[in-house]
């Protein structure tokens, strides 16, 4: 497969504390974006809850409304990415049915690194959403991130 480009989108040390949309990737309504990884980690120095939280990735019918974030190149030679990407909103995006749903213990992270075979595929226009869905017990500190292609 062909790749028109590989991007990242990264948010830096945030504090979440709700349900929380973490990034939606919109895809270009002329190209599929395949996700390539995604990942939600403890921010550096922090102390972390022993607790375990849900995340859930899919096709949310309703966007959390989150700010504008740029995807960054992984490549510079690649061109811009046409997929817009939105994150870090206290309102998690609607997914009447994710496609991964997955409890992890907040300590250690969570990380989607899937064999070719199991990449989700985003279909030119439509979004694609991460979302933290539980109210942690305490204020968890952290970063996220996704890779994705254009193809």
């Given at each position: 497969?062909?790749?028109a480009g590989v991007y990242s989108?990264?948010?830096g040390s945030?504090?979440?504390s709700g349900s929380h949309e973490l990034i939606e990737i919109t895809a270009p309504t002329d190209q599929n974006v395949i996700i390539l990884r995604a990942w939600l980690q403890p921010a550096?120095?922090?102390t972390t809850p022993d607790e375990a939280i849900d995340i859930a990735m899919g096709f949310p019918t309703v966007s959390g409304g989150?700010?504008?974030i740029t995807p960054e190149k992984m490549n510079p030679n690649f061109a811009t990415a046409k997929s817009s990407a939105t994150g870090n909103s206290g309102t998690p995006p609607t997914m009447a049915t994710p496609v991964i749903r997955q409890g992890f213990h907040m300590q250690q992270g969570f990380?989607?690194?899937p064999i070719p075979e199991e990449r989700m595929v985003v279909p030119g226009g439509d979004l694609w959403g991460f979302a933290v869905l539980d109210n942690p017990i305490s204020t968890y500190a952290c970063t996220f991130g996704v890779v994705f292609a254009e193809v």
């Open positions: 497969m062909v790749y989108v990264v948010v945030i504090n979440i550096i120095n922090a989150g700010g504008a990380t989607y690194l």
